[in-house]
């Protein structure tokens, strides 16, 4: 009997798996348009066949089906030309190694809150944030009105734009979404920030009753403060992009260790590329 491991080397192991990789991204990439169910068709119609003649060792039917199968690839190039440009496209874009705006469960990345914070900062557009953490915060939200939406950089600046009717007050978030906006919050009576404006006071005063953390960019100044356990911590200029990616990892859905220090890697490692 014939020793396996002379039969199964290593490197035949490699390959089946590097081909079953690169036919599981082709489907996943596929899946759900017209391209993808066509593609599923032919292989499942392709694979029968191919059995069928080995099994039975048709040798003239399999010969004619290896002709059509090379027709049919050709064919399919033509026929489904706008969906294999997009696969195409979206193989390009190494989405892999892109910033992810997004988690696995939609909530939004504290380096997606922060990049959008900043971009607040630098218009000087006023905003107050207020993530939710143990202490919930679902009587502050029935002042406001609710909106359980995704966070995203277009409606957090819609929202805060004035005149806008939700501009003012705060803008409460759960789980990485956008809760519910225009929330009144308690006013601390802290006499230290008696020359602070509403919106500070209010993070503050938020801050001393929940353990939500609280993020406030100033209309005036243009800064970014966090708030935090009734305490005001303030941050000016490009100064505040990493110490609040910080405090936003404390708040928001977190990944593991491991994997946001592979992302932080590849960020490093893709920047001179997305210049």
């Excluded at 005063?205 to 966090?226: N, Q």
Aim: hydrophobic share 45%.
């Amino acid at each position: 009997m014939p020793d396996l491991s002379s039969i199964i080397r290593l490197s035949d192991i490699v390959q089946i798996f590097i081909l079953y990789l690169v036919i599981y991204a082709i489907l996943r990439r596929a899946k759900g348009s017209r391209f993808g169910q066509a593609l599923m068709g032919v292989g499942m119609l392709a694979a029968a066949m191919v059995a069928f003649t080995f099994l039975f060792h048709f040798d003239v039917l399999s010969a004619i089906l290896r002709a059509l199968l090379v027709y049919l690839a050709i064919s399919s190039v033509v026929i489904f030309q706008p969906e294999i440009r997009r696969f195409l496209s979206q193989v390009g874009a190494i989405g892999y190694l892109e910033r992810r705006k997004y988690g696995a469960d939609g909530a939004a990345t504290p380096e997606f809150v922060a990049e959008t914070v900043v971009s607040l900062a630098a218009k000087r557009m006023g905003a107050l944030f207020a993530f939710e953490r143990g202490i919930s915060l679902r009587s502050y939200e029935d002042t406001g009105v609710f909106l359980d939406a995704s966070f995203s950089r277009e409606l957090v600046e819609c929202v805060f734009t004035p005149p806008l009717p939700l501009h003012d007050g705060g803008m409460t978030l759960r789980g990485g979404r956008i809760s519910a906006a225009h929330c009144v919050f308690p006013v601390s009576n802290n006499p230290d920030l008696s020359v602070s404006g509403m919106r500070h006071r209010a993070a503050v005063g938020l801050s001393e009753e929940t353990d939500a953390l609280v993020v406030v960019v100033s209309e005036e100044t243009g800064t970014v403060s966090i708030a935090h356990n009734g305490k005001l911590i303030r941050y000016a200029g490009d100064q505040c992009m990493q110490p609040l990616v910080r405090w936003l990892a404390k708040a928001l859905p977190g990944e593991r260790p491991g994997s946001r220090r592979f992302a932080k890697f590849l960020d490093k490692f893709t920047k001179g590329f997305r210049k």
